[in-house]
């Protein structure tokens, strides 16, 4: 298989969302909750040109968990 940025991008968001699931699945157990706790990044642009005026929201929560499952998937595109 060859590799390319798409396909390392494919497995950065599939290894987040994976950690991510894994990280909800597990938010009920007591002694994982360093594991499960998210921290908030928040990026927000806006701008007002006269002409034109725009404004994004993006909000991501990461966990433990979900920095793990990237690592993971990292890793194995590496091992491809």
Known sequence: MKKNGWILLLFAILGLLAG?????????VPGLTFLTRPLPVTLSPEADLAVIRFDLNLHVEFTLLSIAGLAVAIWLYRKM
Request: without cysteine; positive net charge.
């Open 20 to 28: 991510t699931l894994v990280a909800r699945w597990l938010k009920d």
